[in-house]
């Protein structure tokens, strides 16, 4: 049992550790580019991490979790509870879930097509709500990834400023692996370039603050380019075990 609690122990400790060293890249970065650091806002991606491991980051000053799955968020939710965190959905979501999403987040990273906007539109009005989203674009335009293209992404805006129950804070992305975090730069731009576009152009109800991109890998770069919620996940809990 002595050894069971000196290795939890390690655990928090190291969990502490790593979230006080992320925060710091992040503002070396933010500093760099002559950004304040308080405009980067850092989302633990803690999806298959048990909760203890997430009391630990929370404990050392993570506000924001970032979860893919939506049964393993509503029971991770059940231990941790709302006090002091957002809970944020960064993986995607299909159009037959989306009633489940307003008791869950907060905030959703990954709406990555109309159809799935008219139907959080249709649910969130019946249930009198407004749900944050970030708007998900394949930068890349790789085909194992969803999200629009940023022509799509031009062509769909209009319809989706018609949608009064969803409020669009902004644009998120995963660009294509790169073997080195800088190659990823020339993604990132793109994605802050076409959210100036977006925002200078003006929609009722969008506001385009929001840019999130760069996870464990990158997000360095991405900041530099940008970010205002990078998603790091290896960097605060470790590698993550595979999901069964």
């Known amino acids: 049992m002595a050894q069971a609690n000196a290795s939890d122990t390690d655990k928090v400790l190291s969990i502490a550790d790593n979230v006080r060293r992320v925060r710091t890249r992040v503002r070396q ?8 650091p308080l405009t980067v806002r850092l989302v ?3 999806k298959t991490v048990d909760a203890a491991r997430i009391r630990a980051a929370i404990a050392a000053g993570v ?9 393993e968020t509503r029971q991770k939710l059940g231990q941790l509870g709302r006090a ?18 307003f008791d869950l987040f907060d905030m959703m990273h990954s709406l990555d097509r109309l159809e799935l906007a008219e139907e959080i539109n249709r649910r969130a009005e019946r249930l009198a709500r407004r749900l944050p989203v970030l708007l998900e674009v394949n930068i890349g335009g790789e085909a ?53 576009r977006l ?11 929001e840019l999130s991109m760069g996870m464990t890998a990158d997000y360095e770069v ?3 380019e940008g970010a205002t919620l990078v998603r790091v996940g290896t960097a605060i809990f470790g590698p993550r075990p595979e999901r069964h």
Not at 29 to 36: I, M, Q, S
Not at 84 to 101: A, D, S, T
């Open 29 to 36: 970065a933010a500093e760099r580019v002559g950004r304040d």
């Open 44 to 46: 633990a991606a803690s």
């Open 63 to 71: 506000t924001i979790l970032g979860e893919n799955y939506l049964q």
């Open 84 to 101: 002091g965190v957002e809970w944020h959905l960064i993986g995607p979501l299909q159009r037959n879930k989306v009633r489940y999403v």
């Open 144 to 196: 194992s990834k969803s999200g629009w293209n940023p022509t799509g992404l031009l062509n769909d805006i209009r319809q989706l400023a018609g949608l009064p129950h969803i409020q669009v804070r902004g644009l998120m992305t995963i660009p294509p692996p790169t073997p080195q975090p800088h190659e990823a730069r020339p993604f990132f731009r793109q994605l802050r370039q076409l959210r100036d």
């Open 199 to 209: 925002a200078q152009e003006g929609y009722d109800g969008m506001t385009f603050d």
């Open 222 to 224: 991405a900041i530099e």
